[in-house]
């Protein structure tokens, strides 16, 4: 399988990966950072290291899921193909914004990071997913700090980079990525946690919108408008609905509430119900107590808690716009 030999360049030449002892690790895509739950910076060897003082678990249940979720497809209307070609394209788009910006410039949709953290944090993530990739596990990888990936990816993993090298060994750990994607075997049994077709559809799905939200984060770091193909947006919009919302199984409200979501531009809608029993998603359904309308890239946006309801169309209770965003969060906690 690939492995990444220099940060200095995209050539990713071929050996066995490095086994490492079981790991289990959380991703903050609504822009939290890795940080922020018990972690903090320490100075070691000259460099900054992301050191977490409590395991980051999803706050999302997890645990009762089976492979069993891997045999059935909701809503991916793209191939393995093409999600290595958008993760391609995202992330050097992603590269392109970052390297325009001051590492330590706020990012303004996730107020708590700066570029340096938004570039360490994907970066890592690459890292992380093809760990998972190369040497499944039934249960998805540990990892504390950046140095628990060294045994798969000796270099890229080894430290943190200086912000001369960020740009670069973010490239790296990209055309890491895509290279374990394209080569790993159709059916390889990797731990999965969200319903796919196979293991590595899922991973190259996750990853494909991972990089999607954060190019939009870095983007808006410049002032950047950014652009989203409506078809791809409704596939990385279909992974939160259809993919993650679903995942929790206790709602904080006791009152019922169906939205519509209708992603226009795509000719794509879904109907999710959340209530004290949890969440569930359809892609058919009647009644609804809020219907959101827009492109599929603002709604993409809008249910990622990046924009507001300005940007799209409401029609009926906003209360239950208020209801997604308190229970459909994708956050980490060390609980």
């Known amino acids: 399988m690939p492995v990444a030999t220099s940060w200095h360049s995209n050539v990713v030449s071929m050996s066995s990966p490095h086994v490492a002892d079981d790991w289990e ?4 895509s609504e822009g939290r950072p890795p940080n922020k739950d018990g972690g903090d910076l320490e100075k070691s060897d000259g460099f900054l290291h992301m050191v977490s003082k409590t395991l980051r678990r ?7 899921m089976t492979n069993t979720l891997t045999t059935k497809s909701i809503g991916h209307s793209m191939s393995l193909p093409a999600y290595i070609r958008a993760i391609e394209s995202e992330g050097k788009r992603f590269a392109d914004a970052a390297a325009m910006s001051r590492f330590d410039e706020v990012i303004p949709t996730c107020p708590d990071w700066v570029m340096r953290d938004l570039v360490r944090h994907l970066g890592e993530i690459h890292l992380w997913a093809a760990a998972n990739i190369v040497a499944p596990k039934p249960h998805w990888l540990h990892v504390s700090q950046l140095s628990d990936l060294q045994r798969y990816w000796p270099d890229l993993a080894a430290r943190w980079p200086s912000d001369e090298e960020l740009i670069a060994w ?21 731990f999965t946690f969200l319903p796919a077709p196979s293991p590595l559809m899922m991973w190259a799905r996750r990853q494909a919108s991972e990089i999607a939200i954060h190019r939009f984060d870095a983007e808006s770091a410049q002032g950047v408008r950014s652009h989203f193909d409506p078809d791809f947006a409704a596939d990385m919009l279909d992974e939160l609905i259809s993919g993650f919302a679903p995942l929790y199984k206790s709602a904080t409200s006791a009152d019922k509430g169906v939205l519509e979501v209708v992603a226009a531009d795509a000719q794509q809608r879904w109907w999710v119900t959340m209530g004290p029993g949890g969440v569930t998603t359809s892609r058919t359904g009647g009644r609804s107590d809020l219907t959101v309308t827009g492109t599929a890239a603002e709604l993409y946006l ?17 209360r239950v716009m208020e209801q997604w965003r308190t229970i459909c969060r994708v956050e980490w906690s060390g609980s």
């Not at 973010?170 to 049994?189: E, G, K």
């Open 302 to 318: 809008l249910l990622w808690n990046r924009t507001s309801d300005a940007t799209v169309e409401l029609a009926g209770d906003t």
């Open 58 to 64: 999803p706050i999302v249940t997890i645990s009762g």
């Open 25 to 28: 690790r959380g991703c903050p």
């Open 170 to 190: 973010y490239r790296a750990t990209l055309a890491n990525l895509v290279a374990v994607l394209a080569s790993a075997p159709l059916d390889v049994q990797a």
